[in-house]
């Protein structure tokens, strides 16, 4: 596993995957070796590129060019204009990637962003986004998204829904799993022998007591009590708002939230450009730069390559980590 490259998949290539892939392979070269999945003919003009035919070659190839293993779209790019047409290639180049490390070929999957709407108008894509169709590629049912920088890791229990369907969305089931989910891949994938969660309650002072919300006497606090008694280092219902300081950060390992923005202002305010989207739960591991396709300056160059050299990264010491694991 550790002499693996990591697969990249292009993304949307009307938006900024492409060019932020050939400055990442610039900052990275053979120190980090990955291969780009796409047509050569989206990377920016000028790009020095080889084409391989096995991930192997990376290894060789990534010293003096960006790997690229060709997967032919039927369109060109043109930034800031996606177009339905290549759709099902998009999809392709994820599900090749995950065929690569599920068949022993790439240490990791690293993802470039998509456009969920034309995935769907070009291909019928039934899935809200790339997280569900890679646990639908591996067979998996319950994957726990994780936002990760140096400063801070955090876990949104219910993700990409409407604050107002929050309440009802959370269950003593769903944090239940996200919970050990967590956990064990915070062992598995980063080396962290003992994991310490904390744990956000819903509610402005988690409920403080009944007085602004009854669901962390009723649901939080009894699934967190219940893991406790089973050995889980777990710390909450907390108060959100005096979680994310510095003093409070050294105190836990990652930090799990309710809801989206409880989540990723804390990260994003933190380090917004180097934070990654990292899968948890799935049989191979998965990265991703945080953030979109950044339709408004695609092809420009102004786009900031940090986010995908951070994932590519940290792609790489979670692959090492897991294979140390296996020793």
């Given at each position: ?58 290894m060789h190839v ?215 989207n990292v899968t ?48």
């Amino acid at each position: 596993m550790t002499g693996l490259p990591i697969a990249l998949s292009c993304g949307e290539p009307a938006g900024i995957g492409p060019e932020i892939a050939l400055r990442a392979w610039q900052s990275l070269g053979a120190r980090l070796p990955f291969f780009w999945i796409g047509d050569p003919r989206h990377l920016p003009e000028g790009t020095p590129h080889a084409e391989i035919h096995a991930p192997a070659e990376a290894m060789h190839v990534a010293a003096t060019a960006l790997p690229v293993l060709r997967l032919p779209f039927p369109a060109p790019a043109v930034p800031g204009r996606p177009d339905p047409a290549n759709a099902a290639a998009v999809i392709e180049a994820i599900a090749r990637g995950v065929a690569l490390v599920q068949e022993g070929k790439a240490a990791a999957l690293c993802t470039a962003p998509i456009h969920k709407k034309a995935l769907q108008d070009g291909a019928g894509f039934p899935h809200p986004g790339h997280t569900e169709y890679l646990a639908h590629l591996a067979g998996v049912g319950d994957v726990v998204m994780m936002l990760a920088a140096p400063a801070l890791k955090v876990v949104p229990v219910t993700v990409h829904i409407a604050l107002s369907e929050v309440p009802r969305a959370l269950s003593a089931g769903l944090l239940e799993r996200s919970l050990r989910i967590t956990e064990a891949a915070l062992i598995r994938d980063f080396g962290i022998e003992s994991p310490r969660l904390a744990v956000a309650g819903l509610n402005p002072h988690a409920g403080e007591g009944g007085a602004m919300g009854h669901e962390e006497i009723a649901l939080i606090g009894p699934v967190l009590e219940r893991l406790r008694a089973e050995g889980m280092r777990i710390e909450g219902p907390l108060s959100a708002d005096t979680m994310f300081h510095a003093e409070a950060r050294a105190r836990y390992d990652v930090a799990v939230a309710m809801y989206h923005d409880q989540a990723l202002i804390p990260i994003k305010t933190l380090d917004f450009a180097g934070g990654v989207n990292v899968t948890l739960g799935l049989p191979f591991i998965r990265t991703s730069p945080d953030h979109g396709t950044a339709f408004d300056i695609a092809g420009t160059g102004r786009a900031d390559p940090s986010s995908l050299i951070a994932a590519l990264k940290l792609a790489r010491e979670m692959a090492l980590t897991r294979a140390a694991g296996r020793h």
